[in-house]
């Protein structure tokens, strides 16, 4: 069973950086690929980033990165230049496949919270 967990979020300002992290309990996570996922009120769940057990990522958004500690078993989102539309509750999930659909992950963390105050 993985058991996913997000830290980091919080109230910034817009232009500022955060860094969310996800930690996992699994002996197989750098078997996995894990995804980041954000949801903001009143909209459909999005897909952010995805980063392979090998640590080869596809993130859309140029202002993002994601990496991964196999040791620490954690994967990392950094936002740079934060803005308003930013804001949304953020997810990790874990999959066995590196891809942007999220009914492919089989284990998703309760998420963290990100406002932007512009």
């Known amino acids: 069973q993985v058991q996913l967990v997000e830290s980091g979020g919080g109230l910034v300002q817009a232009g500022d950086s955060l860094t969310l992290s996800c930690a996992a309990t699994?002996?197989?996570?750098?078997?996995?690929?894990m995804g980041w996922f954000r949801q903001a009120p009143g909209k459909e769940r999005e897909f952010v980033g995805v980063?392979?057990?090998?640590g080869g990522t596809y993130v859309p958004e140029s202002r993002f990165t994601v990496s991964r500690d196999n040791g620490r078993n954690t994967v990392y989102l950094q936002m740079n230049s934060l803005k308003a539309e930013d804001t949304a509750r953020y997810y990790c999930?874990?999959?066995?496949?590196?891809?942007?659909?999220?009914?492919?992950?089989?284990?998703w963390g309760q998420g963290t919270q990100v406002t932007v105050s512009s």
């Open positions: 980063i392979s057990p090998s």
């Open positions: 999930a874990a999959g066995t496949t590196v891809t942007a659909f999220e009914s492919q992950y089989f284990a």
């Open positions: 699994a002996r197989a996570f750098h078997n996995y690929a």
